[in-house]
């Protein structure tokens, strides 16, 4: 945990956030500026940067992020009409929050192309 990052305050509780679902290893919680009609933040427990960063971590860790993330599309009505899990890595992604999460968009139909 880092005294500085907003989301190891949230997965702490010591910042308010709409959280849907936390366990011993993971937290989600509702975007502050949503880009679709449904978008959650899948966010590993520990403090890792980014995925860049993430060579060192048990795997186990980035595996569960995902299978939550299919966990609570199920629980949010959209895991038939589908969505996308994205990670944003650099300033090239447009990361702006320095703590690993997996944006989960989903409940309208998404743009593409991607990049
Ligand atoms: P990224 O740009 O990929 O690093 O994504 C960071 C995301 O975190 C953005 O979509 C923000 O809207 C979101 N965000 C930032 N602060 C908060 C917060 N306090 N609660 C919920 N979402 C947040």
Redesign the pocket.
Known sequence: MTDSC??CA?VAGR?P?RTVYQDETVTV?????P?ARI?L?IVPNQHIRSLAEAEDVDPALLGRCLQVAAKVAREQGIAETGYRVV??VGPH??????HL?F?LLGGNPLRLPLG
């Open positions: 907003i989301f949230i910042q956030a919680f509702w975007d502050i500026h880009q978008h933040l990670t944003n992604a447009g990361q702006s929050v320095f999460h944006h």
